[in-house]
């Protein structure tokens, strides 16, 4: 049985500045994504993508996960305490971030460059799809792991990997979710992914195995991972993130199983 070591939250201090570990964590996602998109942009050969195509993705990409995951965790998880509390919306280093709402944050962002460049939706959102989940998996193990946030259910104290997580004010082993979430939606999404690009494919369809694998892998992961104590599970015994992703993986079969029409989504 393992005991999570209760790292300090602060990776920096230089004078009245604290640098976080769950800062470092979205500056480093947010480099990997943009080296990656780079080279994926690269790949598809000249006169496609214009060289600021990817600076200005990246832009407002990360206005979209930062703005979309705010309100989403407030209007997904907490409508009622911030209705009352409007002021503590802006209040960002409290924690409080959603996947699902940055994602649809990035999707209006990502609406919005495909228009001002004439492409397709879904042309951009292929080039963008393979780039994400490595930088969900350094955000799961820099941010949520070293916070000791987002622990998991009880687990067999026979489990090898089984971790105590003393935040949760329990001394009993608990799966360390956030682990298996980012070897899931993480690591192995993007290997999926990326050998799924690399070939070409049917408009939509990359984008649609990034739905239908990140729904999945978050789907499983739910299982092992404790419920938010002010939510509890829902309707079917299912978390609220479970809930959420049900969505994204209908929406992301028919993208992956539909016939593409004559035209360009």
């Known amino acids: 049985m393992w005991i999570h070591p209760q790292f300090d939250p602060v990776a920096l201090r ?99 460059f495909a228009r001002s460049r004439r492409h397709s939706f879904f042309a951009v959102t292929d080039v963008v799809a393979p780039c994400v989940p490595i930088g969900i998996a350094v955000v799961r193990v820099l941010g949520n792991f070293v916070n000791g946030e987002l622990w998991g259910r009880l687990a067999s104290p026979t489990l090898p990997w089984g971790m105590v997580f003393p935040q949760s004010g329990s001394a009993e082993p608990r799966h360390p979710s956030q682990i298996y979430q980012a070897l899931g939606e993480g690591l192995l999404l993007f290997v999926v992914l990326w050998w799924l690009a690399r070939r070409p494919r049917a408009t939509g369809v990359v984008s649609g195995f990034f739905l239908v694998g990140y729904g999945a892998f978050r789907f499983v992961a739910e299982y092992f991972r404790e ?11 299912l978390s609220q993130g479970q809930w959420l992703c049900v969505p994204m993986i209908l929406f992301g079969l028919f993208l992956v199983l539909r016939k593409p029409a004559g035209e360009r989504l």
Do not use: C, N
């Open 14 to 112: 230089v004078g009245p500045l604290a640098i976080h570990w769950y800062g470092i964590s979205y500056l480093i996602a947010f480099g990997l994504f943009f080296f990656l998109l780079r080279r994926r942009m690269a790949s598809q050969g000249e006169g496609v993508w214009q060289a600021r195509d990817a600076d200005d993705v990246l832009f407002f990409g990360v206005l979209g996960v930062v703005l979309g995951g705010r309100l989403g965790y407030v209007l997904f998880y907490k409508p009622d305490y911030y209705l009352t509390h409007p002021l503590e919306i802006f209040a960002v280093w409290q924690g409080g971030m959603s996947f699902h709402g940055g994602l649809l944050g990035v999707i209006a962002a990502l609406a919005w």
């Open 227 to 237: 419920p938010d104590a002010f939510l509890g599970l829902r309707w079917l015994q």
